[in-house]
């Protein structure tokens, strides 16, 4: 497992770290699943737009295939 270092003024600490606490989980848990969730909303958001972009009057379906394919590029 990797580590990665950032720095955080004293308030955003505080801010994360209370909210950390108030769901009961561990600061790297809760970074850890708002950075993954970020990624997978911005994935889904470009599979959108390609589909509209691709698309004349209706929305084509997105294989599986082509989603796991879009994901490859971040795992």
């Given at each position: 497992?990797?580590?990665i270092s950032f720095?955080?003024?004293e308030?955003?600490?505080?801010?994360?770290?209370n909210y950390a606490k108030s769901k009961n989980i561990s600061v790297s848990a809760f970074l850890r699943s708002t950075a993954v969730e970020k990624i997978e909303d911005e994935l889904d958001?470009?599979?959108y737009e390609r589909a509209?972009?691709?698309?004349?009057d209706?929305?084509?379906d997105i294989s599986l295939d082509q989603v796991r394919k879009a994901l490859e590029s971040y795992c």
């Open positions: 497992m990797a580590v720095y955080l003024d308030q955003d600490e505080k801010m994360i770290k958001d470009q599979l509209l972009c691709n698309s004349d209706h929305c084509p």
